[in-house]
């Protein structure tokens, strides 16, 4: 009885892959595909000459059959476009279906562009919430961002360029002192980080281009939050630190709103006051 393994591929730069997960591709009887074409331009790249089997959100129900009788006897990759199976792309169907036929499953971790985003936004992300895609419907797409931002953690969702300017005005019309970071085409050559206002971010993003995640900062907790004892210790702390080492303004506001969890606006009118 073979293996079923779920195997992580690079975002972008075609050499963030792990040792082990080529060496799997190659001695595999089987990879299944979401889309054989781009998976065919990664196997090239490694001279890997295992056959290829598309399975996607829209055929894997047909193809259960050939890869449970394929796993009868011999091991079968699976493998997304990019990134890691099931996060937003398909995987879980499979995963799910082959575990309740009784084959056994292992999952060779790759890279991720929601842990990529985040490690690059300067945020605190031990705990975070993934929306994948937004809804396309604007009441849905706000209903989702508000129940989620009340809860005061970093949001990542994935955004397509043709969207990502409907979207920007969604926010701002809902959360007009939102502070967020835009990444776009992640470890490829034409690599951007955008960190700024929701207003900034209007401004700047006129024609995007590429693959795109989202971080929505942490929402303002508050001047009752700012105000309590240990808080407002903190924070002065950190004001007077930034200031004698002679930050300019502008950056130690943003470092110490991330850093407290504290909105802009509090910062600056302390620091202003200090």
């Given at each position: 009885?073979?293996?079923?393994?779920?195997?992580?591929?690079?975002?972008?730069?075609?050499n963030d892959i792990t040792m082990r997960a080529l060496d799997i591709l190659k001695s595999v009887n089987l990879i299944a595909c979401e889309d054989t074409r781009v998976t065919?331009?990664?196997?090239?790249h490694y001279n890997i000459q295992t056959r290829t089997i598309s399975c996607n959100s829209h055929n894997w129900a047909t193809r259960i059959n050939r890869l449970s009788n394929e796993l009868n006897d011999s091991d079968v990759a699976y493998v997304t476009d990019a990134g890691m199976p099931s996060i937003s792309d398909p995987g879980w169907e499979i995963t799910g279906a082959l575990r309740e036929l009784g084959h056994s499953i292992?999952?060779?971790?790759?890279?991720?562009?929601?842990?990529t985003a985040l490690t690059i936004s300067g945020i605190d992300a031990s705990t975070?919430?993934?929306?994948?895609?937004?809804?396309?419907?604007?009441?849905?797409?706000?209903?989702v961002l508000s129940a989620y931002y009340k809860m005061g953690l970093p949001i990542v969702f994935f955004e397509s360029p043709h969207r990502l300017i409907k979207t920007l005005a969604r926010i701002r019309s809902r959360f007009e002192d939102s502070y967020l970071t835009v990444c776009r085409e992640l470890t490829k050559y034409y690599e951007e980080?955008?960190?700024?206002?929701i207003q900034e971010a209007v401004e700047y993003f006129s024609q995007p281009k590429g693959e795109l995640v989202?971080?929505?900062?942490?929402?303002?907790?508050?001047?009752?939050?700012?105000?309590?004892?240990?808080?407002q210790k903190m924070l002065l702390n950190e004001i007077t630190r930034m200031k004698t080492e002679g930050v300019q303004s502008k950056i130690a506001i943003r470092q110490i709103s991330l850093k407290?969890?504290?909105?802009?606006?509090?910062v600056y009118k302390q620091w202003i006051n200090s």
């Open positions: 009885m073979g293996i079923l393994y779920m195997i992580g591929t690079p975002i972008g730069n075609l065919r331009k990664l196997l090239n292992e999952v060779i971790p790759g890279v991720s562009a929601v842990t975070f919430t993934f929306l994948g895609f937004l809804p396309r419907k604007e009441n849905d797409a706000i209903d980080i955008f960190t700024g206002t989202v971080i929505i900062h942490p929402g303002e907790k508050g001047l009752d939050f700012a105000s309590h004892e240990e808080t407290l969890g504290i909105s802009r606006n509090i």
